[in-house]
């Protein structure tokens, strides 16, 4: 991926976290922890992956996407609102009454959701059977579903994953966040799901561990996706990102999983994320979008590779 274009999508994004705050803080309530910490996911995942079109969201032939972890609706809407599925000036309007963007997806309401979710497994269920229902309608179509580390502790997404891999469903690339924490706190203290990677091989998926913020590795992990097309394997990405990444005081903090900022806390979210696009703009932002709080671990391989 050139320099170029690294730099349209980290703009993309820096857009989409200004959106995240602005509506979470009009709404007084919402989840942008997670929402900022997966929405450079979001944003290479809609701007060079998926085949779908904002002119026709309705299209048979489109891929899918579920967002499983429905709470981040505030980065999912951003991103849609930003490809003109519908307009950008009615994100504002995040969980007030009347609004068609509540404060969980509604594929009844909102152009480009292609599935209602909130109730945490559920959703990647739904894209276990979209996914094998395009197989037997011989549909090139594939299907992507986005999960939550705290979410994966459901034991729904366990029969899921067995569902995938009997189904051979290689046209399914799932991608779980993995930002250490959820709701209660820590993950590990809620209920320690490691070695998540493992768990997933034994289950028969194909599996690559990337930094979830870095759009190099984003490229590699759909890369990976494509070449075990035929594999008879579903895919998972499990990606390691920060909760909050881009507003300093919400970095690694379990507490803003789900509520909105206040004016104070706003306006100065706000200048963090203005100050990063100047950086990016002028090109004096670092290639890899992780903030200096970031401290999560990854293996390597024999050549650095992270795992």
């Keep these: 991926?050139?320099?170029?274009?690294?730099?349209?999508?980290?703009?993309?994004?820096?857009?989409?976290?200004?959106?995240?705050?602005?509506?979470?803080?009009?709404?007084k309530s919402g989840h942008p922890g997670g929402s900022l910490g997966a929405i450079d996911y979001m944003t290479y995942l809609y701007n060079e992956e998926m085949r779908v079109d904002p002119k026709n969201?309705?299209?048979p032939d489109r891929d899918r996407f579920v967002l499983s972890k429905g709470h981040c609706a505030p980065g999912l809407y951003a991103v849609l609102g930003q490809l003109g599925f519908f307009p950008e000036e009615d994100l504002i309007t995040l969980r007030k009454v009347g609004s068609y963007l509540q404060g969980h997806p509604n594929m009844n309401t909102t152009p480009g959701v292609d599935f209602s979710t909130g109730s945490l497994g559920q959703g990647y269920s739904a894209a276990?059977?979209?996914?094998?229902?395009?197989?037997?309608?011989?549909?090139?179509?594939?299907?992507?579903?986005?999960?939550?580390?705290?979410?994966?502790?459901?034991?729904?997404?366990?029969?899921?994953?067995?569902y995938a891999a009997h189904y051979k469903l290689d046209n399914l690339c799932i991608a779980v966040d993995i930002n250490g924490l959820q709701i209660d706190g820590s993950t590990k203290d809620v209920m320690n799901m490691e070695p998540i990677d493992e768990k997933f091989e034994a289950f028969g998926f194909n599996v690559i561990k990337i930094k979830g913020a870095d759009y190099n590795?984003?490229?590699?992990?759909?890369?990976?996706?494509?070449?075990?097309?035929?594999?008879?394997?579903p895919t998972v990405i499990l990606m390691t990102t920060v909760k909050g990444n881009g507003v300093s005081y919400m970095e690694n903090q379990a507490g803003w999983h789900g509520k909105g900022p206040n004016d104070e806390e706003c306006a100065k979210a706000l200048a963090e994320i203005d100050a990063v696009r100047r950086m990016i703009e002028s090109g004096e932002e670092s290639g890899t979008a992780y903030p200096a709080s970031?401290?999560?671990?990854?293996?390597?391989?024999a050549d650095g590779a992270a795992h």
Excluded at 294 to 301: G, N, Q, V
Aim: with cysteine.
């Design 1 to 27: 991926m050139t320099p170029e274009r690294i730099k349209e999508l980290k703009l993309f994004a820096n857009t989409a976290r200004r959106h995240i705050v602005e509506d979470t803080h009009a709404a």
């Design 57 to 59: 969201p309705q299209d």
């Design 128 to 162: 276990c059977g979209m996914a094998n229902a395009a197989k037997l309608m011989k549909k090139d179509i594939n299907v992507y579903a986005l999960l939550g580390d705290g979410e994966i502790e459901e034991g729904l997404v366990w029969e899921a994953s067995e």
């Design 217 to 233: 590795e984003l490229e590699k992990a759909f890369a990976f996706f494509h070449a075990c097309r035929d594999s008879g394997k």
């Design 294 to 301: 970031f401290s999560l671990t990854f293996r390597t391989d």
